[in-house]
């Protein structure tokens, strides 16, 4: 099972972000990054890292913020609360 | 004896107004378009005039096809796919016979689907041709999206071409096309949309334009595409390696990477033009097939699988053997 800081890694990494840059309230459209295009990123970056498991959870390409991305995992039992 | 349908012919117009990545920026100087053309691997579109339309760009493509090996007098039926006619009643195929002076006995109808639509309309070919005494019919993709793109939507403006295309499908003795997998999930129709584009008004939106939900619909194409294509191979007995060249709808740079990845294809068995051509909609898949037939990509013996996805959410997926 993953942790949540390989997510936020993760999360930071398809935006191309410094480690440590996001925090959980972090959410589209505050940072540049975090456009449409850079929502993309992170589903496919989250896909890449649980080996296709997020593809099939359709609610997730709604979730806005860095706490929606860990409640919707955590929902789906790819990470622990 | 069992009658088949085979592609002779594949004819496309592209609009002579190129929109680059330079454009776009001068027109946003916000948007960061390293990342986009990074994320999106579109460098260059291709746009109508303000006063062109989808019927003009499909009468050049149609026009196309006259000048090879087919007389107008030897098409029996025309099929338009679009999501941007000219007007909503009559249908664009019927406009386009009279235009193109086919003969009064061709059957004409539109189909309203987009990026799934070539393969949609190619099953309907195929079946008219095989159960009907008709010889010749014209699959005509065509879309515009750009009259429904405002000039700041940082979604949608970078992906889609304006482009048309003509297919001519003939009868024949030798199967070289099929079987198809077609499917739709209705329940993300609000996921890609031209709002106010029929009857439904709705009084906060201001015109037509197209509203892309980019994360649903990658999210659809990342659960869809994978199944469909392992669904057509299941159903003929194939593996991948059996595959020669795949043709998906060119959505993107990241929706085709994402493709291959989940499929684990070679790069060598993927055609990618959405880099010079965009996404073109309806038109993507055919004017693939015939840069992939420039490109010397396809020969004789060739199978090729095509597959398209999108708005609806609606996909298709389809097995061309070259003979």
């Given amino acids: 099972m993953k942790t949540t800081d390989e997510v936020i890694?993760?999360?930071?990494s398809a935006l191309e972000l410094e480690k440590g840059s996001l925090s959980m309230d972090t959410s589209m459209g505050s940072i540049e990054q975090w456009?449409?295009?850079?929502?993309?990123?992170?589903?496919?970056?989250?896909?890449i890292l649980f080996d296709g498991l997020i593809a099939p959870i359709a609610n997730i390409s709604k979730a806005?913020?860095?706490n929606e991305i860990l409640d919707i995992l955590i929902e789906n039992k790819l990470i622990e609360k | 004896m069992k009658l088949y349908s085979i592609i002779s012919d594949i004819q496309y117009y592209l609009p002579s107004r190129l929109l680059s990545n330079e454009d776009l920026v001068s027109d946003n100087p916000d948007w960061r378009m390293d990342d986009i053309e990074k994320k999106t691997g579109i460098k260059n579109r291709y746009i109508?005039?303000?006063?062109?339309?989808?019927?003009?760009?499909?009468?050049?493509?149609?026009?196309?096809?006259?000048?090879?090996?087919?007389?107008?007098?030897?098409?029996?039926f025309l099929i338009v796919v679009t999501e941007s006619p000219e007007y909503i009643a009559p249908a664009m195929s019927c406009d386009l016979q009279n235009i193109l002076n086919l003969k009064t006995s061709v059957a004409a109808f539109d189909i309203n689907l987009g990026c799934s639509g070539f393969v949609y309309g190619l099953m309907i070919a195929d079946s008219i041709l095989c159960a009907n005494s008709y010889n010749n019919g014209i699959l005509v993709c065509v879309d515009t999206y750009s009259k429904y793109?405002?000039?700041?939507?940082?979604?949608?403006?970078?992906?889609?071409?304006?482009?048309?295309?003509?297919?001519l499908i003939t009868r024949s003795q030798s199967k070289s096309v099929g079987p198809f997998e077609l499917g739709t999930d209705g329940s993300g129709y609000q996921d890609l949309i031209v709002q106010?584009?029929?009857?439904k008004k709705q009084a906060n939106i201001e015109r037509n334009l197209l509203h892309m939900d980019g994360g649903a619909v990658f999210m659809f194409t990342m659960r869809t595409v994978p199944k469909v294509v392992n669904d057509l191979l299941k159903k003929e007995k194939y593996k991948i390696e059996d595959i020669d060249l795949f043709v998906f709808h060119q959505a993107s740079k990241l929706v085709i990477d994402n493709i291959k990845r989940l499929l684990k294809l070679p790069d060598q068995k993927v055609y990618e033009n959405y880099q010079l051509v965009g996404n073109t909609v309806s038109s993507s898949i055919p004017i693939a097939l015939a840069q992939a037939k420039d490109d010397n990509r396809l020969k004789k013996g060739s199978i090729v699988m095509i597959v398209g996805f999108g708005v609806g959410l609606s996909w298709g997926a389809t097995l061309i053997r070259y003979i």
């Fill in chain 2, 196 to 199: 106010n584009s029929g009857t």
């Fill in chain 1, 64 to 66: 806005q913020s860095v």
């Fill in chain 2, 149 to 167: 793109i405002s000039p700041n939507d940082r979604t949608c403006r970078p992906l889609f071409s304006d482009a048309a295309s003509a297919t």
């Fill in chain 1, 35 to 47: 456009d449409s295009l850079g929502h993309l990123s992170i589903l496919s970056s989250l896909d």
């Fill in chain 1, 9 to 12: 890694l993760t999360i930071e």
């Fill in chain 2, 48 to 76: 109508c005039e303000d006063n062109q339309t989808s019927k003009d760009i499909a009468l050049l493509a149609c026009e196309k096809l006259f000048k090879n090996n087919i007389k107008r007098s030897e098409i029996d």
